[in-house]
């Protein structure tokens, strides 16, 4: 079991979250609200054109960047 307690480690989960959604919409599942996609583009800054595998990687490299910054490497 994994307990988010601090900001830094809500939005991680957040992140982790956000990452599956865009997977799961990449194969045709979607959400109620607006779509992983949308939130993606307004939370990285992405282009209206950016397609779903652009947003994955974004998420996931911001991904990376916080376990690279908190375990090194």
Known sequence: MFVAKTPEAIHFVHLCALRGALRLQKVGL?????????????????????????AIAAVQ??????????HGG
Do not use: C, H, N, V
């Open 61 to 70: 490299a911001e991904i990376d960047r916080q376990m690279k910054e908190k």
């Open 30 to 54: 979607s959400r109620r609200g607006p779509s992983a996609l949308t939130i993606a583009k307004r939370e990285f800054g992405l282009k209206k054109s950016a397609k779903i595998d652009d």
